[in-house]
Structures are given as structure tokens and as C-alpha cells.
């Protein structure tokens, strides 16, 4: 059974420009989330989608959105890029709802932005 | 914000000694999950204990859970150089109906270096 893939694996951007990041979840798994980790804030939760709708949400500013299509793939979208914006952003999906298994985990999408 | 730390920071052994880490949390859980991470890369999952287990084994590992406490521990037995890697503890909150939403929070790491 293949990973969760999340594409491209580093990018780098300038500031000011957007920048869209896709994850393919695991065959069968319909929740994607996504999250942030950066050396100073550690990982944290940007938002949650299931069945292409958005069901959760993190402390984060509206220049960061999400998407999730019918076949359970999702992207997320950061407008007006900031030099606090590089991160390693990464992708989990999961099978259940309700907490009662694991999340997998991609690889990450490594964004610098200069 | 994080949901709690995790201690010690950092942690340096030998190969073949065993290494434990400890995890606090702040709110009610229904679960707990601990991952690894080898350094800028996603995380693996280790494994995931809920609310209501006191003890888990997988291999080399061992999670025990502590729900009065709020508080977790990881046990690798017999370590190895290639578990040298960050270790997160990650706390689900929420219901457990096939509705709820899924959010994990993270705690602050801690990072295990195994010597040979």
C-alpha cells in the first residue's frame, strides 16, 4: 500500500508570492490534515478535511487555506507569503474519524521563503 | 499551541541501554500517539494508546498511560544507533464518533541520540 505523498518535496519562494502544496493520502483514507513545524513553534495543527470538507481548523491567519478533492487528495494554498512562513509543512491521513487509529504521515513539503 | 512538553529535551545514550521519555498534557484525551521523526523528514508512527489502556507493546516499545496524571512515557528497550531521531507525543482530543473532526497536538520533542 503506497504512503501518503506530498509534493513538491522543497520549494522556495520570495516573499509576497503564493505558493499551493498537494498531499495524496493513503488509498482509502478519507481525513487529511495538515500541520506546521517550525524550530520555534514545534508542530502545529493547521486544519482538518474529510469528504472535501473542512471539519477543523488551527490558529493560523487566513492566508492559509485548504481544499480537498472527491478522490480524498488535498492541497493547501498560502497567499502573500511571509519570511515566517518557511516551515516544513507536513500532510497525515487517516482512516477513521473519531480518534480510534493512527495518523500516517508524508514525507513533507520543505518551504523556504527568502 | 503546544499540549505539553515533553521531558528530558534531550537524551544521549549507549547502544543497548534502554531510553525513556516522558510526555505531560494539559486537557482530556481519547488518545495518545507517539512519533518519529529522523531529522527534517516526516513523522513515523510508533505507536497509539487511548484513554482508556494503561500499557502497550510493540516490539522494542513500550507506552504506558497515565490518565490521572495526564501523562505518558516511552520505553525503548535495547537501543540502537538507528533510533537516534526526535521522538513527539501527540494527544487526540474530541469525540469518538465517526463525525469527529481529527486534530492531533503536539508536544515539544525529544531528541534521542544513541551512541555506538
Known amino acids: 500500500k503506497a504512503g501518503v505523498t506530498q509534493t513538491p518535496r522543497y520549494l522556495i519562494k520570495t516573499r509576497g508570492q503564493q505558493v499551493t502544496l498537494s498531499c495524496s493520502p493513503i488509498?482509502?483514507?478519507?481525513?487529511v490534515s495538515w500541520y506546521q513545524q517550525t524550530p520555534g513553534q514545534g508542530l502545529q495543527f493547521l486544519f482538518e478535511y474529510f469528504s472535501e470538507t473542512q471539519r477543523n481548523k488551527g490558529n493560523f491567519p487566513g492566508r492559509f487555506s485548504g481544499r480537498q478533492f472527491s478522490n480524498s487528495r488535498s492541497e493547501m494554498n498560502v497567499s502573500t507569503l511571509e519570511l515566517g512562513d518557511s516551515a516544513l509543512y507536513l500532510c497525515a491521513s487517516s482512516s477513521a474519524a473519531g480518534g480510534r487509529t493512527e495518523a500516517f504521515f508524508g514525507q513533507g513539503t520543505r518551504l523556504t521563503v527568502v | 499551541s503546544q499540549q505539553g512538553e515533553e521531558d528530558p529535551q534531550a537524551l544521549s545514550i549507549q547502544e543497548g541501554e534502554n531510553a525513556t521519555m516522558n510526555c505531560s498534557y494539559k486537557?482530556?484525551?481519547?488518545?495518545l500517539q507517539w512519533y518519529r521523526q529522523n531529522s527534517g523528514r516526516g513523522l513515523v508512527h510508533l505507536i497509539l494508546i487511548r484513554s482508556n489502556e494503561r500499557e502497550k507493546h510493540s516490539g522494542r516499545l513500550r507506552v504506558t498511560l497515565d490518565t490521572s496524571k495526564k501523562s505518558s512515557s516511552l520505553l525503548i528497550t535495547a537501543s540502537r544507533a538507528a533510533d537516534t531521531a526526535s521522538y513527539f507525543c501527540?494527544?487526540?482530543?474530541?469525540?469518538?464518533?465517526?463525525?469527529?473532526?481529527?486534530?492531533?497536538?503536539f508536544g515539544s520533542g525529544t531528541q534521542l541520540t544513541v551512541l555506538p
Open positions: 488509498s482509502g483514507h478519507r481525513s
Open positions: 501527540a494527544t487526540e482530543q474530541g469525540g469518538i464518533s465517526s463525525g469527529s473532526a481529527r486534530q492531533l497536538t
Open positions: 486537557t482530556s484525551i481519547n488518545n
